[in-house]
DNA sequence: CGGATGACAGATTTCAATATTTGTCATTCG
DNA sequence: CGAATGACAAATATTGAAATCTGTCATCCG
């Protein structure tokens, strides 16, 4: 075994993470991650068959680090489902809203990265519905909603909510009226669901 | 006067519309107005400060043709608030997803003024917005809304049913589930207006 | 022998020279 | 005299030649 660890896929994500954060997602290259890495870029090329499936793993990863607080919300049990799904909504918009604020620049980075992978993206989101069903599927047996059809309520929230998740409406989070806009649509979406 | 008609603004618009169908919004110049006119380049300077300028007023002029349709519904008397509130949706989605559909290029080139043009597409949006609490607050009197603060009402209304107006989702209009997908939205959404 | 290398061809991006466009205004025209 | 013109400077866009990057693979190294 060499000094160096051995060249893995997850060290090459995070070589490519710190690039990207450092060089932007148009000057990011996949020579400039071997570089990070001390390796020449043939290596990189032996574990991700190209530039675009390795930014679209560096994709998944980030989409994935989002989804783990609000699973937490959606498994929590024992809580009315209209006070799961506000804290639900509410953490969502939370999350994106820290994340373009922390640090807009990187934030825009992953923003082309989110337009350039829509079918992880696509998958991130029917992940964020199923969950987003599971509540109100709580709520309707619980007889606090009702609902005809789980998975279309679900994708129904999901949709109505978008001006609050949705990356390219990431301008608007920064204003001072943003919470109340984002409270008085997810009262009417909750009220909505009501039995 | 001379044999062509007076050189006016509206004139100069409807060359301007013309050139922005003919040339896309990046290759349409001032210069290829005016000689659609058959005049030099700085008489249509005459009438309009700058080409920033006239092409807000093109926009505007779009965005104006929509809310006709709109106002009918708005102040259509003697009907249900809840009906009237579908409708008025309805005839927003269609007549969006009209303009996309019938001519995705032109439709293009104003969603590219569209960003252009902000303070114009504000305004607009604020009318719509009035529309839709003037529709709210009669449901409210008839008490068949149950609403605090109309306005913020209206305002979640709009934000709620976004995906379903804003140019940005366009490319979804043509999908086939997207019919179920704005129904489940308005809904949602007129239910939670509900007494 | 399995993993790493770097030379290479084709694709893509950059950059600077060149051309076009915007906006002004002194002059012309009816 | 008031509206229209077109020459012009500054700003912006286009182009194509040079540089860089992606992806492959014959070769090397431990």
């Known amino acids: 075994m060499s000094a160096a660890a051995a060249l893995t896929p997850e060290r090459i994500l995070e070589a490519t993470e710190e690039v990207l954060r450092r060089y932007g997602p148009t000057k990011a290259t996949v020579v400039d991650v071997a570089r990070a890495l001390g390796v020449s870029h043939g290596s990189v090329y032996r574990h991700f068959p190209s530039k675009a499936a390795l930014r679209e793993a560096v994709t998944d990863r980030w989409l994935g680090r989002t989804v783990g607080v609000l699973e937490?919300?959606?498994?929590?049990?024992?809580?009315?489902?209209?006070?799961?799904?506000?804290?639900?909504?509410?953490?969502?918009?939370?999350?994106?809203?820290?994340?373009?604020?922390?640090?807009?620049?990187?934030?825009?980075?992953?923003?082309?990265?989110?337009?350039?992978?829509?079918?992880?993206?696509?998958?991130?989101?029917?992940?964020?519905?199923?969950?987003?069903?599971?509540?109100?599927a709580e709520g309707a047996d619980a007889g606090e909603f009702s609902v005809p059809d789980v998975p279309a309520a679900a994708r129904a929230v999901f949709d109505a909510t978008g001006r609050f998740h949705d990356p390219q409406y990431a301008p608007e989070w920064s204003r001072p009226e943003i919470a109340a806009a984002f409270e008085a649509v997810s009262a009417l979406v909750i009220r909505g669901l009501r039995a």
Do not use: C, M
Not at 82 to 109: I, N, Q, S, V
């Open 72 to 136: 937490r919300i959606t498994a929590e049990p024992g809580r009315p489902a209209a006070e799961k799904l506000a804290a639900w909504l509410a953490a969502l918009f939370e999350a994106k809203r820290h994340k373009a604020g922390d640090d807009p620049e990187l934030f825009a980075t992953y923003t082309v990265l989110l337009a350039e992978n829509s079918r992880v993206v696509d998958a991130h989101l029917s992940e964020l519905v199923a969950q987003l069903a599971r509540i109100v």
